[in-house]
């Protein structure tokens, strides 16, 4: 019963990698979105995309970008992993008109060293 | 954007009841949401409301809301220790597909 699935759980990468976070949903949803958590902020909104090819900067889009190819798939990239990313990386989906929220996938820990 | 505020923190005993607050800035707030997120997972959808209803109650959850001050509740009955967890709230307005998180309440439940 797998609805957003985010490619892996942990990740470990060396300063300076190029990385790749893969969000994947099966609810024909419009609307993609990729947060990252921090102890104490919260959630904060990277990117977000509301259409195949659409994308939009969130409220911290420095040091990432984003690639949506296809409507189920929306894939974050860090350019040049700096230990300032390692966090939790939560993507999520929803529907324009849909009043019960996003459903979020279970989560990319990501550690750069 | 909307902002949306939470207390942080939130001890309570097993078999008590929780409570956990959360303002919000914007009136025109239509939809509003509480998530749970269980330690090293992503975020559930618990329960949600609607501007136009003052309450909802689902088992051990009740909502409130206050839209007058601007002030959603979440009350949980019965406090078990499975619910230990961040609850976020959340607000949308309903021509903006984006929610607006509160930074989350970390609820503990004590024996």
């Known amino acids: 019963d797998v609805k957003v699935t985010q490619s892996s759980r942990y990740l470990v990468k060396r300063t300076g990698e190029k990385v790749f976070l893969e969000c994947v949903q099966d609810m024909d949803h419009e609307n993609m979105f990729w947060y990252r958590q921090d102890p104490g902020l919260g959630l904060r909104l990277i990117y977000f995309s509301y259409d195949v090819k659409m994308k939009e900067k969130g409220d911290i889009p420095e040091g990432y970008s984003v690639s949506r190819e296809k409507k189920e798939r929306f894939s974050l990239i860090l350019e040049s992993a700096s230990t300032n990313q390692t966090s939790m990386y939560l993507c999520a989906s929803s529907s324009p008109g849909q009043f019960y929220g996003y459903t979020f996938g279970s989560g990319t820990r990501l550690t750069v060293v | 954007g909307e902002d949306v505020e939470q207390s942080l923190f939130l001890s309570v005993r097993e078999g008590d009841s929780s409570v956990i607050n959360c303002t919000y800035t914007?009136?025109?707030?239509?939809?509003l949401y509480w998530y749970k997120q269980e330690p090293g997972a992503g975020l559930q959808l618990l329960t949600y409301?609607?501007?136009?209803?003052d309450m909802k109650q689902d088992q051990r959850l009740t909502v409130l809301l206050n839209k007058k001050d601007k002030h959603l509740s979440l009350r949980i009955a019965d406090t078990q220790t499975g619910d230990s967890a961040i609850y976020f709230c959340?607000?949308?307005?309903?021509?903006?597909?984006?929610?607006?998180f509160g930074a989350g309440t970390t609820v503990t439940v004590r024996a």
């Open positions: 409301i609607f501007s136009n209803m």
């Open positions: 959340a607000a949308a307005f309903s021509n903006d597909y984006k929610l607006s």
């Open positions: 914007d009136s025109s707030s239509t939809y």
